[in-house]
């Protein structure tokens, strides 16, 4: 009886070569693998056009892009400024629409028609935008200042009909020609509502203090439209005004109210 051997290779019945049966295996590996790299590839691309569709900019891309403020085909002033003498000077009324609800009711005032403004009152009566009433200082220092990025600082105070505003003036000598240019804001609560404005026009900062009080207690409001609030306030400020001379005003401001540096008289001693 001969003995089994385990070890031997079965022999083959098949009739293949086993070179040929070893490049068949061989092939059908290589095929897998390339399968499965391609499938990878695929996943990869499905996430990339996920994340790309889900992008802000990419998803909005086809919506219209609303404008931040349009101009009134036909504005119907709600505003007016009763008796300033501004006989040589060209005036102008324009009112911005917000696509939020917002509204500006703008009167500017130039030496000559074509020519950049030298003042301007702007009554802005806010919707639902989110930044509404935000940076106010910084944004009657640019339209002060025609648009150019510069800095701001105190410059006393003025009383109006509205009561005690803050005003401001550029700082600093980057605008040599506007350093006595003065502006203010005053926002209310009740209404929502924001009156600002500058004025360039006078030679002086006591003679641009004059104008600005002068010019806001001849403003006077024309149509509250639906607002009982806005009319309420306009009645309750028109109880406060008082008589304006522009140029007695200039005359008699003094160092507190001016915001400049007080003139020293006499002859200094020393001890």
């Known amino acids: ?37 391609l499938c990878g590839l695929a996943v990869l691309a499905v996430l990339a056009v996920d994340l ?22 036909r504005p119907h002033p709600a505003f007016a400024i009763s008796k300033l003498d501004l006989s040589d000077r060209t005036d102008a009324y324009e009112i911005l629409r917000h696509p939020e609800g917002g509204r500006k009711d703008i009167l500017r005032w130039a030496a000559h028609a074509g020519e950049a403004p ?50 401001l003036r550029l700082s600093g000598a980057a605008l040599p020609a506007r350093q006595n240019c003065l502006g203010f804001v005053k926002t209310f609560s009740s209404p929502s509502v924001r009156v600002s404005g500058w004025s360039c ?33 306009f009645a309750r400020a028109e109880l406060k005004r008082d008589t304006c001379n522009t140029t007695t005003t200039a005359a008699s401001a003094n160092w507190m109210v001016s915001g400049d540096a007080p003139q020293l008289r006499g002859p200094l001693t020393q001890d």
């Open 52 to 73: 790309v569709s889900t992008e802000p900019g990419a998803a909005e891309a086809g919506l219209p892009v609303l404008p931040s403020w349009t101009q009134a085909s």
């Open 1 to 37: 009886m001969s003995p089994i051997l385990l070890d031997q290779p079965l022999p083959n019945m098949s009739g293949i070569h086993p070179a040929l049966r070893s490049f068949a295996d061989e092939c059908s590996a290589v095929a897998v693998r390339i399968l499965a790299y």
């Open 201 to 233: 026009q006078a030679d002086s900062l006591a003679a641009q203090r004059a104008f600005l009080g002068c010019t806001l207690n001849r403003l006077t409001l024309l149509s509250a439209g639906n607002d009982p609030k806005m009319a309420e306030l």
């Open 118 to 167: 030298t003042a301007e009152i702007e009554i802005y009566r806010p919707g639902g935008e989110l930044d509404a009433f935000a940076a106010a200082d910084a944004d009657v220092a640019a339209r002060m200042s025609g648009g150019r990025a510069t800095e701001i600082e105190p410059a006393g105070f003025v009383d109006t009909k509205f009561g005690r505003l803050s005003l």
